[in-house]
């Protein structure tokens, strides 16, 4: 059993929108633009050329940019931004992103799938995945530390991504104080529940 | 010889009906020069496995040694002693006496170890130099930003030569980027050697140790296992 | 990038050798005296009670080595005073040399006033003399040296009007007045100066020796009679041992006083500082380390109060001096002040306050770690174990007391400590039980007496000190109260300040007036009766007087061989038996209850028994004789003497009288001697004077009230009214002192939407709470130690000052409540909390 802790919502909408928000700074060639890219976001999202032509290709279909090379010749083309890019971008950027509608989030389901399936801990389910989303988060934290202080993209990026694992974690905390709560719907529980231990009792 | 190792700790609160057991049976051994994260919900028992193995409190059962020394073997006033010398403390919010400056506070555990006045206060200017607080010496802690008196409060945990930095949520009463930098503070004084605890509830302080050890119930149930390197999330990490 | 976690070279272990004995004082001792000086908001309070305790004790010290003035104004420095009347100078004199060396003689002329029947002493005596010399002081002019000079105290000059410069007319010559002079030591000692030899016609002389008494008592005048003789050397050291007593007494309670506000103090204090106490605790400071911090506080805050409240104790001192002065009636030398014992009242308040920081200090230092870092206090003990303690310790001090005989200083010392302290054991019980009787109180009330009995370590000292400052206010006023029941005999003076009495003749056996005026001694006649009455009634009209009450003596008609008018008035007696001889010794004259005078003192008819023979006011009457001069051979039964309150306690006042059933049962007459005149104001000395002048005329004399004041009385007032206002100011400090450690509380408290009103109860309910048990338990303690105290002669308590007690057990909760309610508001910053 292995999950990938990410979001697939939308990852293509994101590179889309980056690359017009290149574009705004001038004229710039594909290659470029992949390498910038990957500056910006501290090298913390990988782009392969096929992605950024593909995704260019799209932009200049809808009008978003155009190119001044000729067809084909995809490496040696430089691309600009429109005036419909120009105002894209910045409705892109103020729209909300769309986190109204809950995600299909495999996390979720398979905690569902553990409290009714009998023989299954669904504390040790919870462990395993808090455990491994902690262990992603001390590696992104090592990506931080390591980093030199000044690189403000990078550092923005990583506390997204920790922001985003940590939020996963709580709800994983969430969730088991929510089940021993009520052991009933725990069909069986390794252990029995223990009454927690107020903090207050602590001398 | 590990800096800490707690071995089948206990610790029973009360009698008969009111009886509350914070500890059960906890093994943790922490080498010099590691961080070990505490994590675990409120009532987990996190705060009583800090305290007592800062020998603030004595387990009901199961020995702590620091350095090798057992804490049960001690008198009261040689715990003291290991206190003021071999272990650092940091709380959540209340760390510094108000009458003493930054630097007197800092220089306070070698002071009371009987440590000249001058020597103290050259070690105290050494420790807030290095939190780049050198500047900060001679103010009152009335004075200083919430995150300014934790990083005095650290370089008093560390002053000396420490072996042990016990902190309980050091950065509880923080905003995330202040946590961080204590955090990394802390980070940075445990590759100089020193063992470090930090108990909290919070991944992301926890994810600043090299390892994550989860209490439940005042059990320890699971722990992170020890990386592999910095470089492993970048190959087997999400591609975008 | 990379990083690796290079494991370190594991660190050695950690030495646990002792620091060096004494390592880290400079820290504590700099810590501690930051906290004093940062926190000295905080430390306010406790300073202040400090302060108070110190002064207090200080000025009472020097009150209590000054009220009784020393016997200088009688005797001088000498051992021993012969009175001798009618003398004859010379060879008295002379017969005195040769008894006993060195003698100082003055001499006595009495000059009579017009229209008084006291009259002004004329001394001849030296300025320089071998003893009197402690007797005189010239305020100013200069000393009466040759014949025609004299001196006057500023008393008689208003008498007789003279200035310095002026002349006086003496008994058929004319003194030119040179000077102002008084006694130093007996300042209502009222008398004229003139040089040793300067006196005329002597009616008194006074030899001053240093020989010891019993050898005076064989000494014989040749000239005249011995009316007395004094010897100082008994009394003087009585006084002493007593002063001592009474300064031991008083610096006893004082540090007692000074121990419990310090308690309650630093008690508080270290709650206040739990949390900063845990942590260094936890950073590694040893136990010893951690009580040095709140003994190094408890030292200095004594130092800073024992210093300021010396300081302010002595500046009150000398301030108060010249007012203190009039009050005792005799000059105080602004240093005699019983230094020792204010500087070790001082030292002992810094010790005191060390030894009190020491219970505080040495729990905080054993608490759990864990406990005081989380700020939470150690539950209080069960108050009944306390309790038990406190009734023993209470019951302990009774008994020291009662043992000590009011002499054993040790039992005294010990007694008084042990009785303190059995109510500062007792005061949580007593907190216990109001906390009880509060469940159905409202919420404000209830919180504030549940905080009282949760917090009960401090708001227990602070009741034993409310409760001490009680009892020492509640101690005073019923001992002023038992003063005053013991004192009927001697009473409030001749007559108070708003009458007057016109005599025809003086009852009490002083010269018959009549007789000195008509130079007869036969008893009035109906017309000189008249021409008396007539002027005791033009003085009652130009005084505003309520008309005139006649003052009738009862006088045997039938005759007695061989005596003089007076020996016809029938009188109270004491019958004595001296070597086979019977006689009997008169206490008093009555006069005859006439009507008039029961209806003047509204004494009704109903409120006498119908066999009573004597009413009185004096209480040394009981089982006395009543002795009408034709059967005054034989010894009678004891009269039927019946006490009232209702009659007056002044000497010249009708303060006994005989009952009309009584007077004509024994065949008894009445007789005008005097008229009893009352205004509703004092009189004023130009009233008196024009007085005078119109009973001069008439050949008769007035008689006022001849004491300014009665000091012992006075000072007995002002205590009673100091006491109480100490135990105000302490109780407000204690109250300020334990409200001041819920601000957290009154703060969750306005949150939560509590009206200034509810805060304002709050205060109130906890001061009128302390009050209540304050005064309670001061008042049973005072009463207690009280009764030990007097235990052979409990009569003494006999008279309860009832009117004090309950300002003091019912006042002082109301005066609580109403201050709480006014002055309790909430803090001004309720937002700010202070970085601890």
Same mark, same amino acid.
Request: proline share 6%; charged share 15%; net charge positive.
């Given at each position: 059993?292995?999950?990938?802790?990410?979001?697939?919502?939308?990852?293509?909408?994101?590179?889309?929108?980056?690359?017009?928000?290149?574009?705004?700074?001038?004229?710039?060639?594909?290659?470029?633009?992949?390498?910038?890219?990957?500056?910006?976001?501290?090298?913390?999202?990988?782009?392969?050329?096929?992605?950024?032509?593909?995704?260019?290709?799209?932009?200049?279909?809808?009008?978003?940019?155009?190119? #001044?090379?000729?067809?084909?010749?995809?490496?040696?083309?430089?691309?600009?931004?429109?005036?419909?890019?120009?105002?894209?971008?910045?409705?892109?950027?103020?729209?909300?992103? #769309?986190?109204?509608?809950?995600?299909?989030?495999?996390?979720?389901?398979?905690?569902?799938?553990?409290?009714?399936?009998?023989?299954?801990?669904?504390?040790?389910?919870?462990?395993?995945?808090?455990?491994?989303?902690?262990?992603?988060?001390?590696?992104?934290?090592?990506?931080?530390?390591?980093?030199?202080?000044?690189?403000?993209?990078?550092?923005?990026?990583?506390?997204?991504?920790?922001?985003?694992? #940590?939020?996963?974690?709580?709800?994983?905390?969430?969730?088991?104080?929510?089940?021993?709560?009520?052991?009933?719907?725990?069909?069986?529980?390794?252990?029995?529940?223990?009454?927690?231990?107020?903090?207050?009792?602590?001398? | 010889?590990?800096?800490?190792?707690?071995?089948?700790?206990?610790?029973?609160?009360?009698?008969?009906?009111?009886?509350?057991?914070?500890?059960?049976?906890?093994?943790?051994?922490?080498?010099?020069?590691?961080?070990?994260?505490?994590?675990?919900?409120?009532?987990?028992?996190?705060?009583?496995?800090?305290?007592?193995?800062?020998?603030?409190?004595?387990?009901?059962?199961?020995?702590?040694?620091?350095?090798?020394?057992?804490?049960?073997?001690?008198?009261?006033?040689?715990?003291?002693?290991?206190?003021?010398?071999?272990?650092?403390?940091?709380?959540?919010?209340?760390?510094?006496?108000?009458?003493?400056?930054?630097?007197?506070?800092?220089?306070?555990?070698?002071?009371?170890?009987?440590?000249?006045?001058?020597?103290?206060?050259?070690?105290?200017?050494?420790?807030?130099?290095?939190?780049?607080?050198?500047?900060?010496?001679?103010?009152?802690?009335?004075?200083?930003?919430?995150?300014?008196?934790?990083?005095?409060?650290?370089?008093?945990?560390?002053?000396?030569?420490?072996?042990?930095?016990?902190?309980?949520?050091?950065?509880?009463?923080?905003?995330?980027?202040?946590?961080?930098?204590?955090?990394?503070?802390?980070?940075?004084?445990?590759?100089?050697?020193?063992?470090?605890?930090?108990?909290?509830?919070?991944?992301?302080?926890?994810?600043?140790?090299?390892?994550?050890?989860?209490?439940?119930?005042?059990?320890?149930?699971?722990?992170?296992?020890?990386?592999?390197?910095?470089?492993?999330?970048?190959?087997?990490?999400?591609?975008? | 990038?990379?990083?690796?976690?290079?494991?370190?070279?594991?660190?050695?272990?950690?030495?646990?050798?002792?620091?060096?004995?004494?390592?880290?004082?400079?820290?504590?001792?700099?810590?501690?005296?930051?906290?004093?000086?940062?926190?000295?908001?905080?430390?306010?309070?406790?300073?202040?009670?400090?302060?108070?305790?110190?002064?207090?004790?200080?000025?009472?010290?020097?009150?209590?080595?000054?009220?009784?003035?020393?016997?200088?104004?009688?005797?001088?420095?000498?051992?021993?005073?012969?009175?001798?009347?009618?003398?004859?100078?010379?060879?008295?004199?002379?017969?005195?040399?040769?008894?006993?060396?060195?003698?100082?003689?003055?001499?006595?002329?009495?000059?009579?006033?017009?229209?008084?029947?006291?009259?002004?002493?004329?001394?001849?005596?030296?300025?320089?003399?071998?003893?009197?010399?402690?007797?005189?002081?010239?305020?100013?002019?200069?000393?009466?040296?040759?014949?025609?000079?004299?001196?006057?105290?500023?008393?008689?000059?208003?008498?007789?009007?003279?200035?310095?410069?002026?002349?006086?007319?003496?008994?058929?010559?004319?003194?030119?007045?040179?000077?102002?002079?008084?006694?130093?030591?007996?300042?209502?000692?009222?008398?004229?100066?003139?040089?040793?030899?300067?006196?005329?016609?002597?009616?008194?002389?006074?030899?001053?020796?240093?020989?010891?008494?019993?050898?005076?008592?064989?000494?014989?005048?040749?000239?005249?009679?011995?009316?007395?003789?004094?010897?100082?050397?008994?009394?003087?050291?009585?006084?002493?041992?007593?002063?001592?007593?009474?300064?031991?007494?008083?610096?006893?309670?004082?540090?007692?006083?000074?121990?419990?506000?310090?308690?309650?103090?630093?008690?508080?204090?270290?709650?206040?500082?739990?949390?900063?106490?845990?942590?260094?605790?936890?950073?590694?400071?040893?136990?010893?380390?951690?009580?040095?911090?709140?003994?190094?506080?408890?030292?200095?805050?004594?130092?800073?109060?024992?210093?300021?409240?010396?300081?302010?104790?002595?500046?009150?001192?000398?301030?108060?001096?010249?007012?203190?002065?009039?009050?005792?009636?005799?000059?105080?030398?602004?240093?005699?002040?019983?230094?020792?014992?204010?500087?070790?009242?001082?030292?002992?308040?810094?010790?005191?306050?060390?030894?009190?920081?020491?219970?505080?200090?040495?729990?905080?230092?054993?608490?759990?770690?864990?406990?005081?870092?989380?700020?939470?206090?150690?539950?209080?003990?069960?108050?009944?174990?306390?309790?038990?303690?406190?009734?023993?310790?209470?019951?302990?001090?009774?008994?020291?007391?009662?043992?000590?005989?009011?002499?054993?200083?040790?039992?005294?010392?010990?007694?008084?400590?042990?009785?303190?302290?059995?109510?500062?054991?007792?005061?949580?019980?007593?907190?216990?039980?109001?906390?009880?009787?509060?469940?159905?109180?409202?919420?404000?009330?209830?919180?504030?007496?549940?905080?009282?009995?949760?917090?009960?370590?401090?708001?227990?000292?602070?009741?034993?000190?409310?409760?001490?400052?009680?009892?020492?206010?509640?101690?005073?006023?019923?001992?002023?109260?038992?003063?005053?029941?013991?004192?009927?005999?001697?009473?409030?003076?001749?007559?108070?300040?708003?009458?007057?009495?016109?005599?025809?003749?003086?009852?009490?056996?002083?010269?018959?007036?009549?007789?000195?005026?008509?130079?007869?001694?036969?008893?009035?006649?109906?017309?000189?009766?008249?021409?008396?009455?007539?002027?005791?009634?033009?003085?009652?009209?130009?005084?505003?007087?309520?008309?005139?009450?006649?003052?009738?003596?009862?006088?045997?008609?039938?005759?007695?061989?061989?005596?003089?008018?007076?020996?016809?008035?029938?009188?109270?007696?004491?019958?004595?038996?001296?070597?086979?001889?019977?006689?009997?010794?008169?206490?008093?004259?009555?006069?005859?209850?006439?009507?008039?005078?029961?209806?003047?003192?509204?004494?009704?008819?109903?409120?006498?028994?119908?066999?009573?023979?004597?009413?009185?006011?004096?209480?040394?009457?009981?089982?006395?004789?009543?002795?009408?001069?034709?059967?005054?051979?034989?010894?009678?039964?004891?009269?039927?003497?019946?006490?009232?309150?209702?009659?007056?306690?002044?000497?010249?006042?009708?303060?006994?009288?005989?009952?009309?059933?009584?007077?004509?049962?024994?065949?008894?007459?009445?007789?005008?001697?005097?008229?009893?005149?009352?205004?509703?104001?004092?009189?004023?000395?130009?009233?008196?004077?024009?007085?005078?002048?119109?009973?001069?005329?008439?050949?008769?004399?007035?008689?006022?009230?001849?004491?300014?004041?009665?000091?012992?009385?006075?000072?007995?007032?002002?205590?009673?009214?100091?006491?109480?206002?100490?135990?105000?100011?302490?109780?407000?400090?204690?109250?300020?002192?334990?409200?001041?450690?819920?601000?957290?509380?009154?703060?969750?408290?306005?949150?939560?939407?509590?009206?200034?009103?509810?805060?304002?109860?709050?205060?109130?309910?906890?001061?009128?709470?302390?009050?209540?048990?304050?005064?309670?338990?001061?008042?049973?303690?005072?009463?207690?130690?009280?009764?030990?105290?007097?235990?052979?002669?409990?009569?003494?308590?006999?008279?309860?000052?009832?009117?004090?007690?309950?300002?003091?057990?019912?006042?002082?909760?109301?005066?609580?409540?109403?201050?709480?309610?006014?002055?309790?508001?909430?803090?001004?910053?309720?937002?700010?909390?202070?970085?601890?």
């Amino acid at each position: 059993m292995h999950t990938r802790y990410t979001d697939d919502r939308g990852g293509s909408m994101s590179v889309r929108h980056a690359l017009l928000a290149l574009l705004t700074e001038g004229p710039k060639y594909g290659l470029q633009l992949r390498q910038e890219f990957e500056a910006r976001t501290g090298e913390v999202w990988p782009l392969n050329v096929g992605q950024v032509y593909t995704t260019l290709q799209r932009l200049e279909r809808d009008g978003l940019v155009e190119s #001044d090379g000729e067809d084909g010749a995809g490496t040696q083309k430089s691309f600009r931004i429109t005036a419909a890019g120009a105002i894209e971008l910045d409705a892109w950027l103020r729209t909300p992103p #769309d986190l109204s509608s809950p995600p299909r989030d495999e996390l979720v389901i398979k905690v569902l799938v553990a409290i009714r399936v009998p023989g299954v801990d669904v504390h040790e389910v919870i462990q395993t995945h808090r455990r491994r989303l902690v262990e992603l988060m001390q590696e992104w934290t090592r990506v931080k530390r390591n980093a030199s202080g000044d690189d403000l993209s990078l550092a923005l990026v990583v506390d997204a991504e920790l922001f985003r694992l #940590d939020s996963v974690v709580r709800w994983l905390d969430a969730a088991e104080s929510r089940l021993r709560r009520s052991p009933v719907s725990t069909p069986a529980p390794v252990r029995p529940p223990n009454k927690p231990v107020r903090e207050g009792a602590r001398r | 010889m590990s800096a800490l190792e707690l071995s089948r700790v206990s610790k029973v609160y009360g009698s008969g009906a009111g009886e509350v057991h914070a500890l059960r049976g906890v093994d943790l051994i922490v080498e010099p020069g590691e961080l070990v994260a505490v994590m675990g919900p409120s009532g987990s028992g996190k705060s009583t496995l800090l305290t007592i193995a800062g020998s603030l409190e004595e387990p009901s059962r199961g020995e702590v040694t620091v350095g090798g020394l057992p804490l049960s073997r001690l008198s009261r006033n040689e715990k003291a002693a290991l206190r003021r010398r071999a272990i650092g403390y940091v709380f959540q919010d209340f760390n510094l006496l108000a009458g003493l400056t930054a630097a007197e506070n800092v220089s306070l555990p070698l002071e009371l170890d009987g440590a000249p006045i001058r020597t103290a206060r050259a070690a105290a200017l050494a420790a807030l130099e290095r939190l780049d607080l050198a500047g900060d010496a001679d103010r009152f802690p009335d004075d200083l930003s919430g995150g300014e008196r934790q990083r005095v409060a650290i370089a008093r945990a560390v002053v000396g030569q420490r072996h042990l930095l016990l902190a309980d949520e050091p950065s509880g009463a923080l905003d995330s980027v202040n946590g961080e930098s204590v955090m990394r503070l802390v980070r940075e004084t445990c590759q100089a050697g020193v063992a470090g605890v930090v108990v909290t509830h919070d991944a992301q302080l926890a994810s600043w140790a090299d390892r994550v050890v989860f209490l439940r119930d005042g059990r320890i149930v699971d722990q992170t296992a020890r990386p592999d390197g910095p470089e492993s999330l970048l190959e087997t990490g999400p591609a975008r | 990038m990379t990083t690796t976690l290079a494991a370190p070279a594991p660190a050695p272990a950690p030495a646990l050798a002792p620091s060096p004995a004494g390592a880290g004082r400079r820290a504590i001792r700099r810590w501690a005296w930051r906290l004093l000086r940062r926190e000295w908001r905080q430390q306010l309070l406790v300073l202040a009670l400090l302060l108070t305790a110190v002064a207090a004790t200080t000025v009472g010290l020097g009150v209590v080595v000054n009220v009784t003035s020393d016997d200088q104004g009688q005797f001088g420095t000498a051992t021993t005073r012969i009175d001798i009347s009618n003398p004859d100078l010379g060879p008295d004199i002379t017969a005195a040399r040769r008894a006993f060396g060195t003698v100082e003689a003055i001499e006595h002329e009495n000059v009579p006033v017009p229209g008084s029947i006291t009259p002004v002493d004329l001394r001849g005596q030296s300025p320089h003399g071998r003893y009197g010399a402690p007797m005189l002081q010239l305020v100013s002019g200069s000393w009466p040296t040759g014949a025609g000079q004299a001196a006057v105290t500023a008393s008689v000059a208003s008498t007789f009007g003279l200035k310095i410069g002026g002349s006086w007319p003496v008994n058929g010559r004319t003194l030119r007045v040179v000077g102002i002079v008084e006694n130093p030591k007996d300042l209502q000692d009222g008398f004229g100066l003139v040089a040793p030899g300067q006196i005329r016609s002597p009616s008194g002389l006074t030899l001053l020796t240093g020989a010891s008494g019993t050898a005076a008592s064989h000494f014989r005048a040749p000239g005249g009679n011995v009316v007395s003789i004094m010897s100082n050397g008994a009394s003087a050291a009585q006084r002493q041992r007593l002063q001592a007593l009474m300064v031991l007494l008083l610096a006893t309670i004082g540090l007692s006083f000074v121990g419990l506000l310090a308690v309650a103090g630093f008690t508080v204090m270290a709650q206040r500082r739990l949390r900063a106490l845990g942590m260094i605790a936890a950073i590694g400071a040893t136990d010893r380390q951690v009580r040095r911090v709140m003994l190094a506080n408890g030292a200095a805050v004594g130092t800073v109060g024992a210093a300021a409240g010396t300081a302010l104790g002595l500046a009150v001192w000398f301030a108060l001096r010249p007012a203190f002065e009039h009050v005792v009636g005799h000059r105080i030398d602004p240093l005699s002040i019983p230094w020792w014992a204010v500087a070790a009242a001082a030292s002992l308040a810094i010790l005191t306050a060390v030894a009190a920081s020491w219970w505080p200090a040495r729990s905080a230092a054993r608490m759990p770690i864990v406990a005081a870092l989380s700020g939470r206090p150690t539950p209080p003990q069960p108050a009944h174990r306390f309790a038990v303690l406190g009734v023993g310790l209470a019951a302990l001090g009774f008994v020291l007391l009662v043992l000590a005989h009011a002499q054993h200083t040790v039992l005294i010392v010990t007694g008084i400590v042990a009785t303190t302290g059995g109510m500062l054991l007792l005061a949580p019980l007593g907190i216990r039980a109001l906390a009880v009787t509060a469940r159905r109180a409202p919420v404000a009330v209830r919180l504030a007496l549940r905080d009282l009995a949760r917090y009960q370590a401090r708001s227990g000292a602070a009741l034993a000190a409310a409760s001490l400052a009680v009892g020492i206010a509640a101690t005073t006023a019923i001992n002023a109260a038992a003063q005053q029941a013991a004192d009927r005999t001697l009473s409030g003076g001749n007559l108070p300040v708003n009458q007057l009495v016109v005599w025809l003749q003086d009852p009490n056996g002083g010269p018959n007036l009549h007789a000195v005026a008509a130079g007869t001694s036969s008893a009035p006649s109906p017309a000189v009766i008249a021409r008396a009455r007539g002027a005791a009634e033009s003085i009652a009209r130009t005084v505003n007087a309520h008309g005139t009450l006649e003052l009738d003596v009862a006088v045997d008609p039938r005759p007695v061989p061989g005596t003089v008018p007076q020996d016809h008035y029938a009188s109270v007696a004491n019958p004595v038996s001296d070597q086979g001889r019977r006689g009997f010794n008169v206490l008093t004259t009555p006069y005859l209850a006439t009507p008039a005078v029961l209806d003047f003192y509204r004494i009704p008819a109903a409120r006498t028994d119908a066999n009573t023979d004597i009413l009185t006011a004096r209480n040394d009457l009981t089982g006395m004789q009543l002795l009408v001069p034709s059967e005054n051979s034989r010894f009678g039964q004891p009269a039927l003497i019946q006490t009232t309150t209702l009659l007056p306690n002044y000497t010249s006042a009708p303060n006994t009288l005989i009952t009309q059933r009584a007077a004509t049962a024994h065949g008894l007459v009445p007789q005008p001697v005097g008229w009893l005149l009352q205004t509703a104001h004092p009189l004023t000395s130009a009233q008196i004077t024009d007085a005078q002048h119109r009973a001069t005329a008439a050949g008769i004399a007035v008689e006022t009230r001849t004491a300014p004041g009665d000091s012992a009385q006075k000072l007995r007032d002002y205590a009673t009214v100091v006491g109480a206002l100490i135990a105000l100011g302490v109780l407000a400090m204690t109250v300020g002192l334990i409200r001041g450690e819920t601000a957290n509380d009154l703060r969750t408290f306005t949150a939560a939407g509590a009206s200034s009103h509810t805060r304002r109860t709050l205060t109130a309910a906890t001061a009128a709470a302390l009050a209540l048990l304050g005064g309670i338990l001061g008042t049973a303690g005072a009463y207690l130690a009280l009764i030990a105290w007097h235990w052979r002669d409990i009569s003494y308590l006999d008279h309860p000052p009832y009117a004090d007690l309950a300002v003091l057990v019912v006042g002082l909760p109301i005066a609580a409540l109403v201050g709480g309610w006014l002055f309790g508001r909430s803090p001004a910053t309720i937002a700010r909390r202070p970085l601890e």
